[in-house]
């Protein structure tokens, strides 16, 4: 897979099939809708592409940093194992926000990524204030011989899934519903911080992370997780809490890794929630505390 930066960068080697939207989590619908782009784009002879925004669309339009489902990094990882050729990436700013429909299929679809094929979900919205839809861009397909697929949403439960539902769902710690949305664990990168040098002392050493991006922060408890340190997975269970057994006021993401015991301030960890385990507690004593991590570790060895 090859990744192109559209800031100084034209396309003109082949042309594209190119999947449009934000795809944040890259969730079942998402890969549905990029499987089907892929085929396409084989069946037409040329390549599969996704074309993604370096910035959030929402922080240029109102000034608001959403919270996502995955970092552009994670984004590229999943789409390298769908088998997508080119991610292009591109600068959401205010010229290109200001942009109309048509000329966003003009001055960047045609001119500099030479796409041929756009595939789009249901919903999928372009152009200065989301003015353009899937029927405007059929439209425009006609209008300059570009192909467009426009899919239908893709259900479970019968519910549409889609990445705001999953963002609830994690804020609610449904973390097997958001596993079964998604097709892929929910997972968090973020970089190994000092903490208060207290899980030592507790018999739990715990890797605190400081996430890289604007994460979705499950809710508050204990879960069962998988914690990647340099390409390999290791059992792990990961408190979001406050520390309420020591009065603490700032959130922590903190992980007690099974069988490990490596110093790895500083690293970047992937943190894979596979299960809610239970609530964060008020502890009257650092002893009830230790029985009670010793206790959820036994869980973690026997859920997992
Ligand atoms: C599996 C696990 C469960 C935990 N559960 C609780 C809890 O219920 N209540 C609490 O106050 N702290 C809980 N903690 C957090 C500990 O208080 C924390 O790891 C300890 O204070 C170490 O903090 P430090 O990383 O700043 O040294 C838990 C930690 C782990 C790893
Ligand atoms: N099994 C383990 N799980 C998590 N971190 C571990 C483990 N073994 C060693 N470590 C290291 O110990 C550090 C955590 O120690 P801890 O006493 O909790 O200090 P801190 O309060 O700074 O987090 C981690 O950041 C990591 O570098």
Avoid: W
């Amino acid at each position: 897979m090859e990744i192109i930066d559209l800031s100084n960068y034209k396309e003109t080697r082949f042309d594209t099939a190119i999947a449009l939207g934000n795809f944040d989590g890259i969730h079942i619908g998402h890969q549905q809708l990029i499987n089907a782009m892929i085929s396409k784009a084989k069946e037409l002879g040329i390549k599969s592409s996704l074309l993604l925004f370096k910035n959030h669309t929402k922080t240029i339009i109102d000034n608001n940093k959403p919270n996502i489902i995955t970092s552009n990094e994670q984004k590229f990882k999943i789409c390298e194992e769908l088998g997508i050729d080119i991610i292009y990436l591109l600068d959401f700013d205010d010229s290109l926000m200001k942009l109309s429909g048509e000329d966003f299929i003009k001055n960047i679809i045609m001119n500099k990524m030479n796409g041929k094929l756009l595939v789009v979900g249901f919903d999928y919205k372009f152009g200065y204030k989301a003015s353009g839809d899937s029927s405007y861009l059929l439209e425009l397909g006609e209008k300059y011989n570009i192909d467009v697929i426009v899919l239908d949403p893709v259900y479970k439960n019968n519910e549409i899934i889609s990445s705001s539902a999953i963002r609830k769902l994690i804020v609610f710690g449904h973390i097997n519903e958001v596993t079964k949305m998604l097709g892929h664990p929910y997972s968090i990168l973020g970089k190994v911080v000092t903490g208060k040098n207290r899980g030592n002392k507790l018999g739990f050493p715990t890797a605190n992370t400081e996430p890289i991006d604007n994460y979705v922060i499950p809710k508050n408890g204990v879960y069962i997780t998988n914690t990647i340190i340099n390409n390999k997975r290791y059992l792990s269970a990961t408190n979001i809490g406050f520390n309420p057994t020591f009065d603490e006021n700032i959130l922590k993401i903190e992980t007690y890794i099974l069988d490990f015991s490596e110093d790895i301030y500083g690293q970047i960890i992937e943190v894979e929630f596979i299960d809610f385990l239970r609530e964060d507690i008020k502890f009257q004593s650092k002893e009830e505390l230790i029985n009670q991590m010793n206790l959820d570790i036994e869980m973690v060895k026997l859920k997992h």
